[in-house]
């Protein structure tokens, strides 16, 4: 997998820097066990990043956009574990300000509506299904995630 060996090259050309070992490394695994849907052993691969997850991830920006929370909670949505999951997301949610623009925050509602879908409480999911699509209601009609919410939106009702 070349996402795989791309972290591994940027792993050996900087051993002893914490946040590419201890944050970048982990997260990247752990995207792909959870898209392998091994959602168990991506939580495992995130627990090396907990220490570091709120903080500035590199030192020439000044967000973080918290990966290592926002791939957690992808990764409980992925084992239908819907309480977990919303727990995440509304971590991301909740700590706004380290996010600036980062895809994460508008994504995080969209995460929390399916979390609380999976839940069976609907009116939750159904406003933070409104959320999502109130930052998204000028993007392009084509994006496959906009589709995607505003299909999963629809059912609810």
């Known amino acids: 997998m070349h996402a795989q060996s791309l972290a591994g090259d940027l792993g050996k050309h900087l051993p002893q820097d914490t946040v590419v070992q201890a944050v ?10 959870t898209g392998r849907k091994n959602a168990a052993r991506s939580n495992e691969l ?8 709120l903080g500035m991830l590199t030192a020439n920006a000044v967000n973080s956009c918290l990966y ?11 084992a239908h574990q819907g309480q977990l999951a919303a ?3 509304q971590k991301i ?8 623009n980062c895809a994460t925050g ?20 159904r ?6 699509l109130a930052l998204w209601k000028n ?13 999963e939106y629809a059912k609810l009702k």
């Open 24 to 33: 970048w490394l982990p997260t990247i695994s752990a995207q792909l066990e």
């Open 46 to 53: 995130l627990q090396a990043a907990v220490p570091y997850q």
């Open 68 to 78: 290592p929370v926002y791939v957690r909670a992808e990764a409980y949505l992925s």
């Open 87 to 89: 727990a995440e997301f």
């Open 93 to 100: 949610l909740d700590h706004r300000g380290l996010l600036w």
């Open 106 to 125: 508008a994504l995080a509602h969209l995460g929390l509506a399916r979390a609380y879908a999976m839940q069976g409480d609907t009116a939750k999911a």
């Open 127 to 132: 406003s933070a299904y409104q959320d999502f």
């Open 139 to 151: 993007a392009d009609a084509d994006i496959p995630v906009l589709i995607a919410a505003k299909a």
